[in-house]
């Protein structure tokens, strides 16, 4: 029992942790401009790739460096030519092009790379287990994931809380008016912002692609939850991103270790009942409908706390 | 004039009679090219080109062409409808798909209804891998015919070797969340506890169906269980990338699985270092020792890149000719009558033959386990550039294979 535990707590903290890279741009993207970006995990899923299509040209750590910065470079013109000419038509004209643009993205990747997975290996320098605990392995790949996310989540709280920039971007998060009008440049704020927090999630992809699948779909399998995260933790709130991504990291790795079922706790159902809906509800683990737990959540956290964990403003 | 009209319109009737002997025969291939089933639904697609390119170089089926028209299903059942509808639109009067009885179960469906309302305009569905055993039986289709042993088979000779291995002593069930899965586990279950019933099973899991991108959770979960034995049907990523979390965490046990030689499979096999300690159920294995399987086996490789995975898609298109031949007709109607109850020679040598009652096609299967290659010259075959390949443990002939079928066939 106690490997379990800690090896899902592993488990569940580098998922939380890749989650936070991911949604720490959204987040602050999001309080920024007001704009939900549904293309954020597209960034995700072309770190993935460049990071491989980059490990095959010239090696796996120069594209970990290389790659975040060309998604940060689409990002950043995508925030430019796309988001900027889009703005003055408002809110729901920027939502349409970010969700346009994921299915565009999606399809220009599929068309460069195929349908099914790529081979995007771990490199072979880290490619051995790291530490053994009760005869488990841990990949060293896996704490180097880690401690990738770590780095980023201190530098990025250290730029935000300690350096001029990051008193401009906090202070544009809430008042981007007041900021322009005491002399920054507000869009090329929003130009840098949006390009970092692609270029967060092309490093996630980079860093996440050898471990999970890459390949056409994955942007589509991780975007939902995504939202999850930062509507959980609070729009806007990085500190809340945090939590909740490792929060939702750790909920969904227990519940797959978890056997429990409403039969278990309450016992069998008489079976002179037969097969019914209700014994499929009965006998249903709470490991089976892990996949549908952070949706759960999020349904949960609007109704009774619609600012979210720590969010401080509603919407 | 009238003379020149008709001799015009003779002349047409000629041409156009001509032009429709040589008109080709569309199989419309019903398989996920996209998404996480996306590694196997090519593999499929290559083999099934492969195998209409074998057929044309010797003339086609009755001197028709054949031509297999790719359609992506997402591995999708309500997508499958669209495509199978777009394939019937388009004149096509063969479907074929193995990849997902959630989708198999629904393209039977389709054909039963399309057939029963549009008489003359009859489609049928060729099923090389849906192993679902519902599909023949309480829901069994005139229309559909199945070439690989269904879950229920493969679960028999699976429990038939394992109650002889006195070494295990917990099973631990991992499947993917849908009908096959679900088919897995509960055979599973019965089987082992009416053949072994010192058997324990320590953990009973069923899992989104290539969903997961990360089975490290699972196999945590695995470990934790004290399990010596996992029994899964999992394939396509589901088995790929669950070997491949085993691996990482150094999970030493035996697999016991359906379809472990899939793409991906043997790699991440080799990467565990579990050797011969990975078990697959499968009509035929590259190494057979038989020699037009084998010599097929080396050509197959060398065109496509790919092992021959599907010994039941050979059985299939091979059978599809012969039935064709015998009816003298590739009207669908006459492929069907011709082929229930047909009798074959199969891929891997043996008979095998088409079950009249439920259309499940009966062949001898093998149990085999993977593991280095020590004899070249009798097994020349690795996989997936491993140096690792498949041998034959246990042969189950085709009279040990029948299972009762509950199957009432309306024919039309």
Not at chain 1, 6 to 17: A, D, E
Not at chain 1, 110 to 128: E, Q
Not at chain 2, 47 to 72: C, M, R, S, W
Not at chain 2, 156 to 185: C, H, P, W
């Amino acid at each position: 029992m106690a490997e379990l535990i800690v090896i899902s707590t592993l488990n569940g903290v580098l998922f939380g942790m890749l989650l936070f890279l991911l949604s720490s741009g959204l987040t602050v993207i999001f309080s920024m401009m007001g704009v939900l970006n549904f293309a954020h995990a597209s960034f995700y899923m072309l770190g993935a790739f460049f990071g491989f299509q980059l490990t095959r040209w010239i090696g796996f750590w120069p594209a970990l460096v290389i790659a975040p910065l060309l998604v940060g470079v689409v990002g950043m013109g995508v925030e430019r030519y796309g988001l900027r000419n889009t703005h003055k038509h408002g809110h729901v004209a920027e939502l349409l092009l970010t969700f346009g643009l994921a299915f565009a993205i999606e399809e220009i990747v599929s068309m460069i790379w195929g349908k099914s997975p790529v081979d995007y290996r771990v490199p072979a320098a880290l490619d051995f287990p790291a530490f053994t605990i009760f005869s488990t392995n841990y990949p060293a790949y896996k704490i180097f994931m880690l401690v990738v996310s770590v780095v980023i989540f201190i530098a990025l709280l250290v730029t935000l809380k300690r350096t001029r920039v990051g008193l401009i971007v906090q202070a544009a998060l809430t008042h981007p008016s007041m900021v322009g009008h005491l002399g920054h440049n507000v869009g090329r704020v929003f130009m840098l912002v949006f390009g970092v927090g692609s270029a967060l999630a092309g490093l996630a992809g980079v860093i996440a692609g050898p471990s999970l699948v890459t390949q056409s779909d994955m942007a589509a399998l991780l975007g939902p939850i995504l939202f999850v995260v930062i509507v959980f933790g609070g729009l806007g709130s990085l500190p809340g991103a945090f939590i909740a991504s490792l929060l939702i990291g750790l909920i969904q790795t227990f519940a797959v270790a978890l056997n429990g079922s409403l039969a278990s706790v309450f016992g069998p159902l008489d079976p002179s009942l037969g097969a019914s809906p209700l014994t499929d509800i009965w006998n249903v683990t709470i490991a089976q409908i892990a996949p549908i737990l952070p949706y759960l959540l999020l349904v949960l956290v609007l109704i009774f706390r619609p600012m979210g964990l720590l969010g401080t403003r509603e919407s | 004039m009238h003379r020149l009209i008709i001799a015009a319109a003779a002349a047409l009737t000629v041409l156009g009679g001509a032009a429709s002997a040589q008109e080709s025969i569309k199989i419309g291939y019903i398989d996920p090219l996209s998404g996480g089933g996306a590694s196997v639904g090519e593999g499929g697609l290559k083999t099934f080109q492969y195998l209409a390119d074998e057929l044309n170089a010797k003339g086609g089926i009755l001197g028709h062409k054949v031509e297999i028209v790719p359609l992506d299903n997402k591995t999708n059942p309500q997508e499958s409808l669209v495509q199978a509808q777009k394939a019937v639109d388009a004149g096509i009067h063969y479907i074929t798909q193995g990849n997902g009885s959630s989708v198999g179960a629904a393209l039977e469906d389709f054909v039963t209804k399309n057939n029963s309302r549009n008489p003359g305009k009859e489609v049928l569905y060729f099923n090389y891998a849906a192993v679902d055993p519902s599909m023949t039986n309480e829901k069994c289709s005139y229309w559909h015919f199945r070439w690989d042993a269904n879950s229920d088979i493969k679960m028999e000779a699976l429990t038939n070797y394992m109650k002889d291995q006195a070494s295990i002593k917990k099973v631990y069930l991992i499947n993917m969340d849908y009908s096959f899965g679900q088919s897995v586990r509960t055979a599973a279950r019965k089987m082992l506890g009416e053949k072994r019933p010192d058997i324990q099973v320590v953990g009973d899991e069923l899992h989104p169906m290539l969903k997961v991108t990360d089975f490290s959770p699972y196999i945590a979960k695995i470990k934790a269980s004290g399990a010596d034995t996992v029994v899964t049907g999992n394939w396509g990523q589901d088995f790929a990338l669950l070997l491949k979390a085993a691996a990482d965490a150094g999970l030493k046990v035996n697999w016991y699985t359906y379809y472990a030689g899939g793409a991906g499979g043997p790699t991440a096999i080799k990467q565990t270092g579990l050797e011969n300690q990975v078990f697959q159920i499968s009509e035929g294995v590259p190494n057979s020792g038989n020699k037009a399987a084998m010599d097929f086996e080396k050509d197959f490789r060398a065109k496509t890149g790919i092992s021959v995975w599907y010994p039941r898609a050979v059985n299939e298109m091979r059978m599809f000719k012969a039935a064709a031949e015998k009816a003298n007709s590739i009207d669908p109607v006459k492929v069907a009558a011709a082929l229930e109850g047909m009798k074959f020679e199969v891929f891997d040598g043996g008979d095998g033959f088409m079950r009249k009652d439920d259309h499940q096609f009966f062949q001898p299967i093998y149990i085999s386990s993977f593991g280095s290659l020590t004899d070249k010259a009798k097994e020349p075959f690795d996989e997936e550039n491993t140096g690792w390949g498949w041998h034959i443990v246990s042969k189950i002939d085709t009279d040990k294979t029948m299972l009762p079928t509950t199957c009432n066939m309306k024919r039309p």
